[in-house]
């Protein structure tokens, strides 16, 4: 496509429950990120992937948060048990290599756990 | 750790003064700079980034970023804002050869027409 697409662009869920954000990337992108934006913050890095791996996955903050992406496109970011501390706007981004080339990002996901 | 610290959290500028937001960042080797701008209700979008080269490195519309690698720098300005720049700045670094980015906390500009 043309741009980062993220679906949806908002979820609400309660306390507890099951979600999972997607992310289709640029097509030809091998590389795909996922940051989390917090309230009055600036976006943190949550994973990356090269193609169909996880090549770092350090900035998930515990094991509820698990993310995928199977065929080296489409990546799905999920967070078992929700908390309320998890509502933040979900960042996808891609780029055609890592660092120098720059990320293209998509309008985010906006969770928001009640 | 690598840090990056935007000072000025919120700006408010009358149309056609001139703006220069600051962006400190902590890391001792070769870096990437960018700076993202998120207009109100829209993503991120890449203004201006520095590799190597020429430290003064010129954006889309109007704006301009300075890398001082003595001060760890890399504030970026625009001459003459319009009421049309109103938006959220965000700096961020990224180590060369990584492929981590480090944001800082943003800085909202609110452009008085």
């Known amino acids: 496509g043309a741009g980062v697409s993220q679906t949806p662009s908002n979820k609400v869920t309660e306390k507890g429950k099951y979600v999972e954000l997607r992310c289709d990337p640029i097509?030809?992108?091998?590389?795909l990120y996922w940051y989390r934006q917090s309230l009055g913050q600036g976006p943190e890095f949550l994973i990356y992937?090269?193609?169909?791996?996880?090549?770092?996955d350090s900035g998930l903050p515990n094991d509820r948060f698990f993310a995928v992406r199977p065929e080296g496109s489409v990546s799905t970011l999920k967070i078992q048990r929700t908390e309320r501390g998890d509502s933040a706007v979900y960042l996808c981004?891609?780029?055609?290599?890592?660092?120098?080339?720059?990320?293209?990002f998509g309008s985010g996901t906006r969770l928001t756990v009640v | 750790a690598q840090s990056v610290s935007q000072h000025n959290h919120h700006v408010i500028l009358s149309e056609a003064a001139s703006l220069e937001l600051g962006c400190n960042y902590s890391?001792?080797?070769?870096?990437?700079l960018f700076w993202y701008v998120q207009y109100p209700g829209q993503h991120l979008q890449l203004l201006l980034k520095?590799?190597?080269?020429?430290?003064l490195v010129k954006g889309i519309k109007g704006f301009e970023a300075e890398f001082i690698k003595s001060k760890f720098s890399f504030n970026l300005r625009k001459p003459s804002v319009q009421w049309s720049d109103t938006a959220e700045y965000f700096c961020?670094?990224?180590?060369?050869?990584?492929?981590?980015?480090?944001f800082g906390t943003g800085t909202r500009l609110k452009v008085l027409a």
């Open positions: 961020a670094v990224n180590p060369s050869g990584t492929y981590k980015y480090i």
């Open positions: 981004a891609s780029s055609e290599g890592t660092g120098d080339y720059g990320y293209t």
């Open positions: 097509s030809g992108h091998t590389a």
């Open positions: 890391y001792g080797g070769t870096v990437n």
């Open positions: 520095y590799f190597s080269g020429d430290p």
């Open positions: 992937f090269q193609g169909t791996g996880a090549a770092d």
